[in-house]
Structure formats: C-alpha cells, structure tokens
C-alpha cells in the first residue's frame, strides 16, 4: 500500500541548532514532494517543493534534500529559533492531490 | 498574494443540524478547491476536490450526501455537513491552487466543528 511517513515523534531541540526532520513514502513514483509548515489551531504553509531531478533546495534557513533511490526527503532547518517551533508536514501529490504524511512536531528551546 | 479565508473560524451545533462553512479565495480565482478533514494529533486527509461549476469529487469513504459541496463561484466553494453528529466535530480545512505550474496550494486559516 502507498505509504508517507515521518517521525511521530515529537523533536526537542536547543536554539542555534540544526533541527533535521525525515519524510520517507512507499509505493509512490513522485514528480515532486513538498514540505509545510502548520500552527496550532491554523492551515498549513507551504514552505518548499522539491523536483525528483532536484538533489537538493534551499531557501533561507531551510534546507531539502530528495532521495528518489531512498525515497526519502530531509528537511533541515538551521540556527534553529524558538519561533521555529510547529508541525512540519511532507506531502506528495499523486494525480494532482495532496496526500500528508502526518507530520513532526517541532520544539526548540531557548 | 494568495490568500484564502475561511467561516466560521470556529462553531459549535447542536447534534442533527446543519452547518455551513465558506471558503474563498481573497486575491486570485480559483478553479479547484480542496477540503481536507484534520483530526487532533493527525494528518490532514483528503475530503473532496472541488471544481467550479461542476460536481464535487470525493474521497473513497466520505459520504457525499453528508458532506455537500458546493463551488458557485471561481473565488466561492462552501461545505455542508448534514445532520451532524458529535464524531463530525472535527477542523475542517480548505485550500486552492494560486498557479497549477508551481503545484503550491494555499490553505484557509481552518474553521473547528464541534457538534454537542
């Protein structure tokens, strides 16, 4: 069955460090794969979206990687603040539909 | 650009009613909206697709007498849960695509059921 999967465990990390979260899916040959940020309480925010011929995408702070062989995804955020901390989302788009792995709650502590 | 408004944010009702949530598109016009169903502690599932001027398409297991969908307008689509129940109570999101070339969606802010 077609899987996306990441870490439901939630990560703690310290102010300033790089904070490094994995998306891994199966049974899905993706064109792209993007990442999203959401609140609590609020909808997602589309951070970054990554080619399957894109080895890697960085956009200020933010850094993916995309792994077509591994099919995995990483998604690293570095000299991590506190106002970092949220829910990361991956989601692949099968046929033109989202479909979200159920995302990695993020805490960085000051 | 490309902002998407949701209402209610938030309502309660009470068990057999209906109600109404609004999507729409402030900035751009949207052909297709989705609506997405987020349990606590979840992820976002897929609801139905909704196309301008033309039927929903819904998900494998959502009822679509239950779940009405309605997309009038390019910047317009609404969600209707019938005869809600208390396992309804839910945050019920919508988005749209601002440029299908670029595969972003934008998401509405979310609006929380709960049916009593």
């Known amino acids: 069955s077609q899987k996306i999967e990441q870490n439901s465990e939630a990560l703690n990390i310290q102010e300033g460090k790089t904070a490094t979260l994995t998306c891994n899916y199966t049974n899905y040959s993706p064109a792209y794969l993007q990442w999203y940020r959401q609140d609590p309480g609020r909808g997602p925010v589309f951070l970054l979206l990554?080619?399957?011929?894109?080895k890697e995408k960085r956009k200020e702070r933010l850094k993916v990687t995309f792994d077509t062989t591994l099919k995995q995804s990483l998604f690293h955020i570095t000299a991590s603040q506190p106002a970092d901390s949220a829910t990361y989302l991956c989601a692949l788009a099968p046929g033109g539909k989202l479909i979200f792995g159920q995302g990695t709650e993020l805490s960085v502590k000051p | 650009g490309a902002v998407v408004s949701q209402h209610p944010s938030w309502v309660i009702c009470k068990s057999g009613t209906s109600v109404k949530i609004e999507c729409r598109s402030l900035?751009?016009?949207?052909?297709?909206m989705f609506w997405y169903r987020q349990f606590p502690k979840q992820s976002l599932m897929l609801m139905a697709t909704s196309n301008e001027g033309s039927k929903a398409t819904y998900e494998q297991g959502v009822e679509k007498d239950k779940f009405l969908i309605n997309h009038a307008s390019l910047t317009l689509s609404t969600l209707t849960v019938t005869s809600a129940h208390p396992e309804d109570s839910s945050f019920y999101i919508c988005s749209a695509d601002w440029d299908r070339t670029k595969y972003e969606q934008y998401f509405g802010p979310g609006t929380r059921l709960t049916v009593t």
């Open positions: 990554i080619r399957e011929n894109e």
């Open positions: 900035d751009f016009q949207a052909t297709t």
